[in-house]
Structure formats: structure tokens, C-alpha cells
């Protein structure tokens, strides 16, 4: 099993400031998120595959 990411480390590779991430949150947008506590974690390959199906998106 792999580690899992805190927002830093999603913020960072996709390279968006950490509010954004909190922002498409309470739009129900951006990679799949699970609270730890008061953290969320992210699955790498969550978030991967999350910006891989950008690419299907329509505009």
C-alpha cells in the first residue's frame, strides 16, 4: 500500500494553491477526498486518475 497524499502534496503536483483544493470541495469538484480526523488524504491514484479524465471533459 502506498502513503497517502495530504492536500500539500496534491497541491503540488497539480500545481494549485492548497484553497483551491478546499474551494473545489465545497463544489463537489477536484480528486475524490477522505477525512482522516480533521485531514484529508488523498489516494495517489485517485488523484491521477482524477486529471487523466480531464482530458474527457468537454469544455
Known amino acids: 500500500m502506498s502513503r497517502l497524499w495530504t492536500v500539500d ?6 500545481g494549485i494553491p492548497v484553497s483551491t483544493l478546499y474551494d473545489w470541495r465545497t ?3 477536484g480528486p475524490p477526498a477522505k477525512r482522516v ?3 484529508l488524504r488523498y489516494k495517489a491514484e485517485d488523484v491521477t ?5 480531464l482530458d474527457n471533459e468537454v469544455a
Open 49 to 53: 486518475a482524477w486529471f487523466e479524465s
Open 27 to 29: 463544489r463537489d469538484y
Open 9 to 14: 502534496d496534491v497541491s503540488d503536483y497539480l
Open 37 to 39: 480526523g480533521k485531514y
